[in-house]
């Protein structure tokens, strides 16, 4: 085929696409025996199934399928939907917005890949900018979204040993503030900050001063701070730590509906200041007309009757807290005896492990899981331009542990027994 450089470039099997299809080919196959600790699938939460199910029924009883799937919204999403999270997070932080500050699109996976090619890539001048990760590890799925090549700069982090209580073994990935400000300073492609909190794939959840720093210095360089909030809150609301959600008009906070339970209804949501709001859109019109709305509807009577945020708080995260415990406890337990650290568990659903004495990498060690019918994920698909010779890059895996503690157990002895 002669396809163009769009084409070339998105139509290439890269790392997390090859990962993608052995997750796809291992769902397919079947297999009772696969132990499925890859993917960033959210677990089945049965009360918060039932909410859906129920809220599905009563629009269907009611006859509302027209708003659910019958007719197209504008570009920008659902506007009763836009209108009632809007009103319900004007409420709840006390934040200025209106409806005009949301934008929904077809899964956050989406809506990043606008943001991205939206401030990065090539300018009108000729110029070519750039998206700043302040801390790598980072999400995956950004690696592959940039128009242009070379359009993500990270910074590796500081790595704090963190002494615990019960000796369990763990660490924790601090932002090297020091590098942030000589990179912002010496290179001025860069074009945006982008930041996961909770990160996908550590669980880190970085702190609000960080936050506040991360905006400051924003502000100063007059560029935009983006928040991945896929899994904080105010849902899903997967946040085990003391963390507060800010937002400000220099501010591009993107929330998904998808770790709530219903990533099949691919609902990205933005909140931003109007002009980007409006910008989102414009590419949504060309791209897609107008965003999915059955994700939307099914969701706006929750935000309007004040059920959806105490149903994260009160099943949601204790579903969620309860598994980052047992993922704890059978981490000190099966590897007692061995170097390997794991990160500290502040959020999301992910156990972030570094094995310190590795004399396999990563990629290896996913090879010989994959044998043996364990998925995990390498680490070094996370460390988006950070180069290959860090040892640390080849050192790590991620580990989804929203199963349930008889496959995490099994998965986990199986790694250990590999890397012993
Ligand atoms: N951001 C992060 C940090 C994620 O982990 C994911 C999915 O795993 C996404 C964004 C994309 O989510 P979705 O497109 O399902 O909304």
């Not at 945006?192 to 996908?200: D, E, G, H, I, Y």
Request: aromatic share 10%; glycine share 6%; charged share 15%.
């Amino acid at each position: 085929m002669n396809y163009s450089d769009f084409g070339t470039k998105f139509t290439q099997l890269n790392g997390i696409t090859q990962l993608m299809e052995d997750l796809g080919n291992a769902k397919k196959s079947n297999n009772p025996n696969i132990v499925m600790l890859g993917g960033g699938n959210p677990a089945q939460v049965p009360e918060v199934n039932d909410v859906f199910i129920t809220e599905l029924q009563a629009l269907i009883a009611t006859n509302k399928v027209s708003p659910l799937f019958g007719l197209y919204d504008g570009p920008s999403g659902n506007d009763e939907f836009r209108s009632a999270l809007a009103n319900q997070l004007s409420s709840y932080y006390t934040w200025d917005i209106s409806a005009d500050n949301i934008a929904l699109g077809n899964g956050s996976q989406a809506n990043f890949f606008i943001l991205f090619n939206l401030f990065a890539g090539l300018m009108p001048n000729g110029s070519h900018k750039k998206i700043l990760f302040p801390l790598a590890p980072e999400y995956v799925g950004y690696a592959d979204q940039g128009l242009s090549a070379d359009m993500f700069v990270a910074i590796k982090p500081d790595i704090e040993i963190l002494a615990t209580p019960n000796g369990s073994k763990q660490f924790k990935y601090l932002i090297d503030f020091n590098a942030v400000k000589q990179t912002l300073a010496n290179d001025s492609s860069i074009a945006a900050l982008c930041v996961s909190r909770p990160t996908n794939p550590t669980g880190n959840v970085i702190t609000d001063a960080e936050v506040a720093q991360l905006d400051a210095l924003a502000t100063q360089y007059n560029i935009p701070l983006i928040i991945d909030n896929a899994y904080g809150d105010p849902f899903p609301g997967c946040i085990y730590t003391e963390a507060n959600l800010s937002w400000n008009s220099n501010i591009i906070l993107c929330m998904s509906l998808s770790k709530l339970g219903l990533p099949g209804l691919r609902t990205g949501i933005v909140v931003a200041n109007k002009a980007i709001i409006q910008a989102i859109g414009r590419v949504n019109g060309s791209m897609v007309l107008s965003p999915n709305s059955v994700g939307p509807s099914l969701v706006t009577r929750l935000i309007k009757n004040d059920a959806l945020l105490p149903l994260c708080h009160n099943v949601v995260l204790p579903f969620y807290r309860h598994k980052a415990q047992v993922a704890i406890t059978l981490f000190n337990e099966i590897f007692a005896d061995m170097n390997v650290y794991l990160h500290k568990v502040e959020g999301a659903f992910f156990m972030w492990l570094w094995f310190k004495d590795a004399k396999i990498t990563s990629e290896i060690l996913y090879q010989q899981l994959k044998a043996k019918h364990v998925y995990i994920i390498p680490g070094h698909n996370f460390f988006i331009g950070i180069d290959d010779n860090w040892a640390h890059k080849h050192q790590c895996i991620r580990i989804n542990y929203a199963t349930d503690a008889a496959t995490l157990r099994k998965g986990l002895e199986t790694i250990k027994h590999l890397m012993a």
